[in-house]
Each structure stands twice: as structure tokens, then as C-alpha cells.
């Protein structure tokens, strides 16, 4: 069975790929290689198209015939959507709309779709569950809550099941280090403090030392790779079952403070991060993490790989590998 993989170039939907194809998916990655790697895809056909090209979309559906779509494809840096938020709707949501024109003309109906805990802004409490208020505060943010709320519509209007995974944090890397994270710009802290060990940066910026958390840097919920593509293999497994419509958080439900993520990286990799802490950014806030019982619950799903050191010793395998790429 073909399943149509927006994004399957990139981090995560590589990661799924892998994952999709051990589990006797067929999967076909859709990519116009923007942010991805053709040496990602290694798991299926690769279609070189962009989400805004009808014809593009047109060629991959008729030619695939695929069951189902799982959607990464999207523009996804904070920074760069509150500069350029045209980019973001564009690609995002225009770039979605053009995808399910297309679901609805072939007569798919089965959807994943990679959404964000960046939708829910800043939390009224922790652990974020589903019904957390969603108040993005950034461009990014919105175009994914618009892109959520499209879906709803769809539904009702079109008979669309879908399951909208909320990831937190992805981290870390294939376990053979096949694949990894490799965005052209990087802004997540463990490639940067990583590549940072590695002299690849000068200096790791730290951003915020007063936070209300104990050591004063932000905390955060990091999801190894390999527990986000085992819940989208399950999440489609689930979908094809039960025609249903689902949002669902994705994360570890730990929280690590920066400082903490550097220290673990220094003591595993045996290694030194030069840091330069600094003021914290505009609308960050000083802690996040995910509860992710409903995922748990309806997708039977266990993250297996999100201790702090499987997630740090596989980033580190990749990023010695990537060096050499
Ligand atoms: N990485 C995270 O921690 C994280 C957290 C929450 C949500 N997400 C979401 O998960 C998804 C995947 O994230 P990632 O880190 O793997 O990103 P990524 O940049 O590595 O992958 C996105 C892929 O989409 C492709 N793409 C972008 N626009 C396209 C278009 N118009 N047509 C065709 N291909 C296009 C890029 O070339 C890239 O290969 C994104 O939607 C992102 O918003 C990621």
C-alpha cells in the first residue's frame, strides 16, 4: 500500500519513512528539496514536487495512487515566520489547501498531519494536554492551528479522517545512524550544541538564565525521532481501522533545562560546549512538556527511545557521520 509522504526528505518524515517501510508500507516521499536531502529518501520513490504546484501534486497521485498522506512538508522556524509570516502562510497553509484539493480529487481520506505544541503558546499550566487553550504567538504557530482548523472543516464537509500530532521537541537520531537532523538552517539546541563540540559553530547562544527553573534556563520536552515515526506508523494503522479525527500531543513528558541538555552532552560525548548565556528571547517560556496520555491510550504507542542519553548518543553518532557527508 502507497502512502504519500509530504516532507519525506526532511528530519522527521525520513525517520518515518525508515519506520513505515519495515512495517510493509510502501512509502513515497513528495519533496521539492527545499530544507530536505535526497540521501534521506532511501526507504521508497522520491517525487521532487512542491506542495504549490498543482501539477506536481497531480503527477504523484495519479501515478501512486496512494491510501493515505502523512504531511510534514512545511516551513518550520519560529524566527524566520515572525520576519517573513507570507512565506509561512503561503507554504503552510496555502501549501496544505493544495494537498487536500488534491486528497479530495483522488479520493483520499486518510491523513497524519505533523502539528506543533507551538500551537497552544504560552501554557496556562503543565503538563500541556489537548485541550490546553490554543493561542499561538507566532506566525508559525498560527499557520498551524489555521491548518488544524481547515481540517475540522474538511471532515464535516468531506468525510476526512485525520490524526494532527502535536509533537514537542523532535531530538536525536536513527539508531544505526543512517539518517538524522540536517536542516540547512539550524535553530534546535542539541545540533547546535553538538556542532558547537564539534567547532562547527564558535559559540553556543544560551537564551535566559532567569527563568523561574532551577538553574534559570528554559525547560523543554525532547522526543527521540524514532518514538514520533513508531506513533505516525500506529497513527495510520489506527486511522485506516477507525475512520476517526484526532488531536494528539507527542512528547516525552520529561522536561530538560538547557543547561542541563549541554551538561549531558559534555559528560556522554566527553566533549566541551562553549556557552554564551544571554537575555532571554521575546515570548519564550520557561517551561513546556506534553502529556501525551491520549496518544498512549488510543494509539497503544510507548516511547521507547526519549531517555535524555539515547537521545544524546544517537544525535552525536549522526553528527559525526554528517561531517563527512
Ligand atoms: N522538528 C521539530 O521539533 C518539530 C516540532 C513540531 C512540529 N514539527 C513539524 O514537523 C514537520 C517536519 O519537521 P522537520 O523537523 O522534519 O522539518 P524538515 O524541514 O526537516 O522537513 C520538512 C520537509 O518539507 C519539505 N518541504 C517544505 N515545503 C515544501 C513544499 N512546498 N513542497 C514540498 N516539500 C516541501 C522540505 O524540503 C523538507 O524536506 C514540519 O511540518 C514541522 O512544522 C517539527
Not at 45 to 57: A, Y
Not at 90 to 107: C, I, K, P, W
Not at 216 to 223: L, M, N, Q, T, V
Amino acid at each position: 500500500m502507497h502512502v504519500l509522504v509530504t516532507g519525506g526528505a526532511g528530519y522527521i518524515g525520513s525517520h518515518t519513512c525508515k519506520a513505515l517501510k519495515k512495517e510493509g508500507f510502501k512509502p513515497v516521499t513528495f519533496d521539492n528539496l527545499s530544507e530536505g536531502h535526497e540521501y534521506a529518501v532511501k526507504w521508497g520513490d522520491l517525487v521532487k514536487g512542491d506542495l504549490l504546484n498543482k501539477e506536481n501534486l497531480d503527477f504523484a497521485f495519479n501515478k501512486y495512487q496512494p491510501k493515505a498522506v502523512i504531511h510534514f512538508a512545511a516551513n518550520a522556524l519560529v524566527s524566520e515566520s515572525m520576519k517573513n509570516p507570507q512565506k509561512y502562510y503561503q507554504n503552510n497553509v496555502s501549501g496544505t489547501l493544495n494537498l487536500l484539493s488534491a486528497m479530495n480529487e483522488y479520493g483520499v481520506k486518510n491523513l497524519i498531519f505533523s502539528s506543533s505544541c507551538a500551537t497552544y503558546g504560552h501554557p496556562n499550566y503543565t503538563p500541556i494536554c489537548e485541550k490546553h487553550p490554543q493561542v499561538p504567538i507566532s506566525p508559525y504557530g498560527r499557520s498551524k492551528l489555521m491548518i488544524e482548523q481547515i481540517l475540522l472543516d474538511f471532515q464535516k464537509a468531506y468525510q476526512m479522517n485525520f490524526v494532527s500530532l502535536r509533537y514537542f521537541n523532535a531530538a536525536g537520531a536513527d539508531l544505526e545512524s543512517e539518517i538524522g537532523e540536517h536542516h540547512k538552517t539550524e535553530t534546535h539546541l542539541i545540533p547546535l550544541a553538538i556542532d558547537t563540540a564539534l567547532n562547527i559553530y564558535d559559540v553556543l547562544h544560551v537564551y535566559g538564565f532567569d527563568f523561574d527553573t532551577k538553574d534559570g534556563s528554559a525547560i523543554r520536552d525532547y522526543i527521540h525521532v524514532n518514538d514520533l515515526a513508531a506513533a505516525h506508523v500506529k497513527a495510520l494503522n489506527y486511522i485506516l481501522k477507525i475512520p476517526e479525527s484526532i488531536f494528539l500531543n507527542l512528547g516525552s513528558e520529561k522536561g530538560y533545562s538547557v543547561l542541563e541538555i549541554v551538561k549531558t552532552i559534555e559528560t556522554l560525548c566527553k566533549t566541551k560546549v562553549k556557552t554564551n548565556i544571554g537575555a532571554k528571547r521575546e515570548g519564550d517560556p520557561a517551561v513546556l512538556f506534553a502529556k501525551t496520555n491520549l496518544a498512549k491510550k488510543l494509539l497503544s504507542w510507548e516511547p521507547k527511545h526519549s531517555d535524555i542519553k539515547t537521545i544524546i548518543t544517537t544525535a552525536w553518532q549522526w553528527h559525526l557521520k554528517k561531517q563527512k557527508i
